[in-house]
């Protein structure tokens, strides 16, 4: 049965600062791995999808890597603003797509 | 990328009525959509399938007498509280499924969610 887990699970930075958001997942057999940002009381924004066959993506200031081998992905955010905040979720997809718990990022002026 | 759209988006009922909330693919089709549920603080639950023309195939420990899903078009699929009770309030969330014809591609479009209360 996978299991997805991200760490940290909240997390307070200056704006500015890069950060780094991590994911794991038990089954490395995976379609693909997805990011999305859910803002308080909101549905989800799918921020970057990495195949199973890539190793990262990219999409503005956010980077997102995928090392399946080792069941691993990370999400970087350069130059933190306040508007980042929310919480992101990491999602893989096997036969179906299973959710990690989220990290609340909080992004302070 | 693919637009999904929910109806309503917050609604508020008592005890012992049915809510039924729709799911909608605006600008693709989708033989399958999928129903998730969210606690306050905490992830998205997978409840069920649902699969165009066909019955939906539930997680376990989800009551299908309780969440009745219907997928009735391409574009359509509709989850129905039975007889809701105050621990059924929570934030339900459709998503529709893109895929390509071989498979490789699969990619979920979620969307914005309803609010459930029951009082």
């Known amino acids: 049965k996978q299991e997805v887990t991200q760490i940290p699970a909240a997390l307070s930075v200056p704006e500015g600062e890069n950060l780094v958001l991590n994911c794991s997942f038990t089954?490395?057999?995976?379609?693909?791995l997805q990011w999305f940002r859910q803002d308080p009381g909101k549905g989800l924004t799918s921020l970057l999808l990495i195949q199973s066959s890539q190793r990262e993506q990219t999409s503005g200031r956010l980077n997102a890597s995928l090392d399946k081998s080792s069941g691993r992905s990370t999400l970087y955010i350069a130059a933190s603003q306040p508007g980042d905040s929310a919480t992101y979720l990491c999602a893989v997809l096997g036969g179906k797509l299973i959710f990690g718990q989220g990290t609340e990022l909080s992004v302070k002026p | 990328g693919a637009v999904v759209s929910q109806h309503p988006s917050r609604v508020i009922c008592k005890s012992g009525t049915s809510v039924k909330i729709e799911c909608r693919s605006l600008?693709?089709?989708?033989?399958?959509m999928f129903w998730y549920r969210q606690f306050p603080k905490k992830s998205l639950m997978l409840m069920a399938t649902?699969?165009?023309?066909?019955?939906?195939?539930?997680e376990q420990g989800v009551e299908k007498d309780k969440f009745l899903i219907n997928h009735a078009s391409l574009t359509l699929s509709t989850l129905t509280v039975t007889s809701a009770h105050p621990e059924d309030s929570s934030f339900y969330i459709c998503?529709?499924?893109?895929?390509?014809?071989?498979?490789?591609?699969?990619?979920?479009?979620f969307g914005p969610g309803t609010r459930l209360t029951v009082l």
């Open positions: 649902s699969n165009e023309g066909s019955k939906a195939t539930y």
């Open positions: 998503s529709a499924r893109v895929s390509d014809y071989g498979g490789t591609y699969n990619e979920q479009f």
């Open positions: 600008d693709f089709q989708a033989t399958t």
């Open positions: 089954d490395s057999a995976i379609y693909n």
